[in-house]
Each structure stands twice: as structure tokens, then as C-alpha cells.
């Protein structure tokens, strides 16, 4: 994985209009670090975040992130593992972008499950939103008493 390479392509809302989610909670500047790429990511969506930083996602964090992207699908096990490592590398005041195959897609995650693992990973969710026609976002933050 890597530093990632900017994909060409129409952001996902198919007339060249950002569609709502992480892009949209960025700014130049910010680390962002990506965990959970596979061959099935919007690329689209990918290049909306990386125009929204005017940079590319990290793998690898040698500092705290600002922002985590996590692709998480079914079979990618325990949702909470994945929370608790997105955690690893993030900043007291950042937040998660848990992006998740919507319903009767491959792959789709239970509300149920998120909320639940959220809470035990001492995150609050504040919003979910569709980000793509086939994934949706929501954005996870550290509530008040776990911030380090």
C-alpha cells in the first residue's frame, strides 16, 4: 500500500459534484492516514479526499494523524479491532472515517455492530451519510473522558 497514487475518474457523484462525507471534512494540510485499501475502494472517492488535503493518504504514520479512513467490510472480521487499531496513530482531537459497503452490498456491516464497537472503543459516531453509491461513511470521534 503505501503512499497512494491519485486516481482520474468523476467524484462519485456522477455530475462532478462532491458527494457529503470525508472530502468535505478536510482541509489542505491535514494527515490522513488510509487502513483498510482493497481493489473494491471508491477510487473516486479516494481522489476527492486526497484534492480535500492536497496530498496523498499515508499507510504508515510516524506522527499522530489528523484523520483515519478505514475500509471495513464484513468479512474483514471484528469492527472493533479495526476501531481500536484506527486509534493507534490518531490524534486526541481526530477523527475516524469508518467507510462500509451500504445495504445488500458485499461486504455490508450491521449499524448495529458499528454503534456497538464504537462505544467500546470509546468512540461517539456523530454522523452517517452516504458517500458513494456503494459505500457509506461515518465519522467517529473519541468522546470527552477517553481523549488521551
Do not use: C, F, H
Not at 458517500?131 to 461513511?137: H, K, L, N, Q, R
Amino acid at each position: 500500500m503505501g503512499t497512494s497514487q491519485k486516481s482520474a475518474g468523476q467524484p462519485s457523484g456522477g455530475n462532478g459534484s462532491k458527494a457529503p462525507g470525508p472530502a468535505q471534512d478536510l482541509r489542505p494540510g491535514l494527515t490522513v492516514q488510509e487502513l483498510g485499501w482493497d481493489t473494491d475502494v471508491d477510487d473516486a472517492l479516494r481522489v476527492q479526499i486526497e484534492d480535500a488535503i492536497d496530498a496523498g493518504m499515508i499507510e504508515e504514520a510516524e506522527d499522530a494523524v489528523d484523520v483515519v479512513v478505514l475500509w471495513w467490510r464484513e468479512e474483514d472480521g471484528d469492527v472493533g479491532d479495526g476501531l481500536m487499531d484506527a486509534l493507534t496513530d490518531l490524534a486526541d482531537d481526530g477523527r475516524i472515517w469508518l467507510l462500509t459497503p451500504k445495504v445488500g452490498r458485499d461486504g455490508y456491516v450491521d449499524p448495529a455492530d458499528i454503534s456497538e464497537a464504537a462505544l467500546t472503543a470509546g468512540l461517539a459516531m456523530t454522523n452517517t451519510v452516504g458517500v458513494s453509491p456503494e459505500w457509506s461513511g461515518s465519522k467517529l470521534v473519541r468522546t470527552k473522558g477517553d481523549r488521551r
